[in-house]
């Protein structure tokens, strides 16, 4: 069974950092694209990230790029992202996702496998 879990949310000020993990189980990690959504209330969910585990390439969303980092570490089958300089706006429930590596992608319906989530509050 495949599984997701994520970590590392919580309340922060407006310009700290947070890392958030998502642990997986149930599949080989080598193979998968995992990446990170965001849903604020009253929003649609956004792709922010994703990375291949097979090569290690990655994408960022605009709305994060430069401010927020993907890694990943097969060996553990853990997903990191780490998030700095956040912002109010980034207040939102954070979810990995995963699927058979056949290209980067930040659109939800690419992904089958999802987390319950974890949440980041930034305070201004």
């Known amino acids: 069974e495949v599984q997701l879990v994520e970590s590392g949310g919580g309340l922060v000020q407006a310009g700290g950092s947070l890392r958030l993990s998502c642990a997986a189980s149930?599949?080989?990690?080598?193979?998968?694209?995992i990446g990170w959504f965001r849903q604020a209330p009253g929003k649609e969910r956004e792709g922010i990230s994703c990375?291949?585990?097979?090569?290690?390439?990655?994408d960022y969303a605009d709305s994060v790029k430069g401010r927020f980092t993907i890694s990943s570490s097969n060996a553990k089958n853990t997903l990191y992202l780490q998030m700095n300089s956040l912002k109010p706006e980034d207040t939102a429930g954070y979810y990995c996702?995963?699927?058979?590596?056949?290209?980067?992608?930040?659109?939800?319906?690419?992904?089958?496998?999802w987390g319950q989530g974890t949440q980041v509050t930034v305070s201004s």
């Open positions: 996702a995963a699927d058979i590596d056949y290209g980067l992608a930040l659109e939800e319906d690419w992904y089958d496998y």
């Open positions: 149930g599949f080989t990690f080598d193979d998968y694209v």
């Open positions: 990375i291949s585990s097979s090569d290690g390439s990655t």
